[in-house]
């Protein structure tokens, strides 16, 4: 998966989050699902019938999960639990953070947050370490570094995150970013191995607004 901020530099356009989620076809069930559970309604990718791979709130929270390319596992909840979660209980990105601080998770995850106030952050969470609040504007499957380096080989997670990393650079506009999600090195078509990208998103949380990239 591959996740950024968008910040319009000239000011003009609210920020966005943009993500390309990658995964195995037969394990993604492409249900987008719009709930009213805990009072605030979501709309989101649902994921283990009630989690959420990414989504948006009412309140204007949206955030998106990607594997942190870590094999340790551990005592906690499934990040797609931990996530719905989120969704339907956080107003904004502090409100998000303290929930990863506190919920314990399995595996290593990072998190990617924006809110309609434009504050965003992008949160590491791990079983085996603290919760790390960070501003890293793009994440891809490794978090600081790569410690699992035959699955970032496969999966082109630093040529993702480079590529990424480049396009925000550019301060180029919203659609040219978008436009990104659909091609190489962040596009993938290694869906018999589990890697393919299965569609991109671009929430826009300050007016409510998400585009699915089929």
Same mark, same amino acid.
């Given at each position: 998966?591959?996740?950024?901020?968008?910040?319009?530099?000239?000011?003009?356009?609210?920020?966005?989050?943009?993500?390309?989620?990658?995964?195995?076809?037969?394990?993604l069930? %492409?249900?987008?699902?719009?709930?009213?559970?805990?009072?605030?309604?979501?709309?989101?990718? %649902?994921?283990?019938?009630?989690?959420a791979?990414?989504?948006?709130?009412?309140? %204007?929270?949206?955030?998106?999960?990607?594997?942190?390319?870590?094999?340790?596992?551990?005592?906690?909840?499934?990040?797609?639990?931990?996530?719905?979660?989120?969704?339907?209980?956080?107003?904004n990105?502090?409100?998000?953070i303290?929930?990863?601080?506190?919920?314990?998770?399995?595996?290593?995850?990072?998190?990617?947050?924006?809110?309609?106030?434009?504050?965003?952050?992008t949160?590491f969470?791990?079983?085996?370490?603290?919760?790390?609040?960070?501003?890293?504007?793009?994440v891809?499957?490794?978090?600081?570094?790569?410690?699992?380096?035959?699955?970032a080989?496969?999966?082109?997670?630093?040529e993702?995150?480079?590529?990424?990393?480049?396009?925000?650079d550019s301060? %180029?506009?919203?659609?040219?970013?978008?436009?990104?999600?659909?091609?190489?090195?962040?596009?993938?078509?290694?869906y018999?191995?589990?890697?393919?990208?299965?569609?991109?998103?671009?929430?826009?949380?300050?007016?409510g607004r998400v585009?699915l990239?089929w």
């Open positions: 998966c591959s996740q950024a901020i968008w910040v319009d530099p000239h000011g003009a356009e609210e920020p966005a989050l943009l993500r390309n989620y990658d995964f195995a076809p037969g394990l069930e %492409g249900s987008w699902l719009a709930t009213r559970w805990s009072g605030q309604r979501v709309a989101a990718l %649902g994921d283990c019938l009630w989690g791979l990414d989504g948006v709130n009412d309140s %204007g929270l949206a955030a998106a999960l990607s594997f942190g390319g870590r094999t340790v596992s551990g005592t906690g909840f499934g990040i797609p639990l931990v996530l719905r979660y989120v969704l339907d209980v956080a107003r990105t502090a409100e998000a303290a929930i990863l601080q506190r919920v314990p998770v399995s595996m290593s995850y990072s998190v990617t947050l924006l809110d309609a106030a434009g504050d965003w952050a949160v969470v791990a079983p085996d370490r603290p919760t790390e609040v960070t501003r890293r504007q793009v891809t499957n490794f978090q600081h570094q790569v410690e699992w380096p035959e699955h080989r496969a999966t082109h997670s630093v993702r995150c480079d590529a990424l990393q480049a396009q925000i301060r %180029g506009a919203l659609t040219e970013a978008t436009e990104a999600l659909l091609h190489a090195p962040l596009f993938q078509s290694a018999l191995r589990g890697y393919g990208t299965l569609y991109g998103a671009v929430y826009r949380p300050r007016s585009e990239l």
